[in-house]
């Protein structure tokens, strides 16, 4: 594979994965909490990825100084913890395909946030395509009802916990970016989800009285499920994305993800039976469109891909 196409490859590869992880979840739910559901997914990624990362740390002498784990325990919270809770909340009280969507509108909030906590430059053109995404945003949330804002409903709030977990993810890719580069993808990836999930255990001990007899209840199909949002969907899908921030910035690596609700709505449709609004289909196009906006290059391969080839 040429030196330049392979990050590339990496971010459709973890896109279509993760596109999976909404119709996949949204059917285990039917038998599993959003909580307990929550925690499965990422301890089922850990398991996947501990021979690698034990591997990993044999052969690196890179050792984690205490800045380092202060930003991944952030990550953690932010990509693991926090986003997971809202995710599966937001797909529970809404659909599998407004969350492909919605999550997914991270690179309208990767723009804003990377310029005030990165200092990375944001243009006019950028600005634009912000606006453009949030408009794109509201008909996504409100399926072209707009009195819903006035009314609330059950839809709507899962709508806005599903825009709370795109917040959380696009902080996760923001403070990860400088962890990946010197630790590298997989023990950033691995460090990260180790601590939230131990955050969503004890989250899940706390508050979830039936926890312990859903993680012995799953059935076999629930159990492939579950070990292929835990290793696919998960684990490979972070560790790609964790690895393309090698060679793109976070604004450009994020706008790959228009590509989710490409294979999330797909899905949600031929295996749940999901017919989404024609305002969501309206919405979907005007937030491409605004990612497109605010990638600020059209060439994708930053200065640090341009010294390798």
Known sequence: MRESARP???????????????PVSKYLMTDISPMTMAFLRYIAAIITLSPMFIIEIRKNSKKIDFKSLIILTAAGLAGTAVFSIFLYFGIAHSTASNGSILINTQPVFTAVLAFFLLG??????????IAIGIAGIVLVVTG????LFKTGGEVL???LLLLCGAVSMSLYGILIKEPVRRLGSLA???ISM????????????????NFFTELSSPSGMDILLIIYLGSIATAAAYLFFSMSLKYFDVVRATAFKFLIPVSGITLSILFLGERPASAAYAGI???????FL???QNNFINADMKTRM
Not at 8 to 22: E, Q
């Open 194 to 209: 180790l601590i939230g999930t131990v955050v969503l255990f004890f989250v899940n001990f706390i508050i979830n009285k």
């Open 8 to 22: 590339v490859t990496y971010l459709i590869i973890a896109m279509l994965a993760w596109g999976s992880v909404y």
């Open 157 to 159: 709030s899962g709508n």
């Open 144 to 147: 072209g009802d707009f009195s």
């Open 188 to 190: 950033t990836t691995y």
């Open 285 to 291: 196009f005007i937030v491409i469109i605004s990612i």
């Open 120 to 129: 990375e430059s944001i243009s006019r053109r950028q600005i634009i395509g």
């Open 294 to 296: 605010i990638q600020r």
